[in-house]
T-cell receptor
Framework: GAVVSQHPSRVICKSGTSVKIECRSLDFQATTMFWYRQFPKQSLMLMATSNEGSKATYEQGVEKDKFLINHASLTLSTLTVTSAHPEDSSFYIC??????????FGPGTRLTVT | QKEVEQDPGPLSVPEGAIVSLNCTYSNSAFQYFMWYRQYSRKGPELLMYTYSSGNKEDGRFTSQVDKSSKYISLFIRDSQPSDSATYLCAMSALRVWEGADGLTFGKGTHLIIQP
């Protein structure tokens, strides 16, 4: 079956630094990747939609200059949280899809900003 | 065998019918069970959250968790065309919103409610 991996699974960084999260589709070509964020006791919130080779489309309220998304290949998308602050601490999960409606989610990355 | 099995469908039913969506899992450590609904080009939204075994009702939605059988269900009563979406089950061994590891999701069931 289709597998999506994320790296790292957990990361702790200091306030003001940047952190990069990778999302990979391991056995299929992901034409579209999604990035979600989940705060405690909240649903997964879509942050952005990324199509390979194109600029990401960000949801309302998501700062595109703070959350840099790169989808340079059909198997890799990266989310870089720039100048991270404690309020950015959250659970970030990506998903990837081929042309069908099915999305395959990564296992998530727990970011803690101290 | 995947940790969580969910029939991707599509499942097509007439309006007003009772819909039953199911997932099975193999990891006995799972204790928290969730159902997400996802409309096209939208992020999944949390529908139901259940801890351990039992039933939980919220409006037209009822979730059932049977840990002894490692089987969870979501029932939708009086289904509406607006219920047409993809429904994902998800589960975790620990409370995901208290610093636990990632969720294990099912693949999602594409549900179509015919007017």
């Amino acid at each position: 079956g289709a597998v999506v991996s994320q790296h790292p699974s957990r990361v702790i960084c200091k306030s003001g630094t940047s952190v990069k999260i990778e999302c990979r589709s391991l056995d299929f070509q992901a034409t579209t990747m999604f990035w979600y964020r989940q705060f405690p006791k909240q649903s997964l919130m879509l942050m952005a939609t990324s199509n390979e080779g194109s600029k990401a489309t960000y949801e309302q309220g998501v700062e595109k200059d703070k959350f840099l998304i790169n989808h340079a290949s059909l198997t890799l998308s990266t989310l870089t949280v720039t100048s991270a602050h404690p309020e950015d601490s959250s659970f970030y999960i990506c998903s990837a899809k081929e042309s069908s409606y099915e999305q395959y989610f990564g296992p998530g990355t727990r970011l803690t900003v101290t | 065998q995947k940790e969580v099995e969910q029939d991707p469908g599509p499942l097509s039913v007439p309006e007003g019918a009772i819909v039953s969506l199911n997932c099975t899992y193999s990891n006995s450590a799972f204790q928290y069970f969730m159902w997400y609904r996802q409309y096209s080009r939208k992020g999944p939204e949390l529908l139901m959250y259940t801890y351990s075994s039992g039933n939980k009702e919220d409006g037209r939605f009822t979730s059932q968790v049977d840990k002894s059988s490692k089987y969870i269900s979501l029932f939708i009563r009086d289904s509406q065309p607006s219920d047409s979406a993809t429904y994902l089950c998800a589960m975790s061994a620990l409370r995901v919103w208290e610093g636990a590891d990632g969720l294990t999701f099912g693949k999602g069931t594409h549900l179509i409610i015919q007017p």
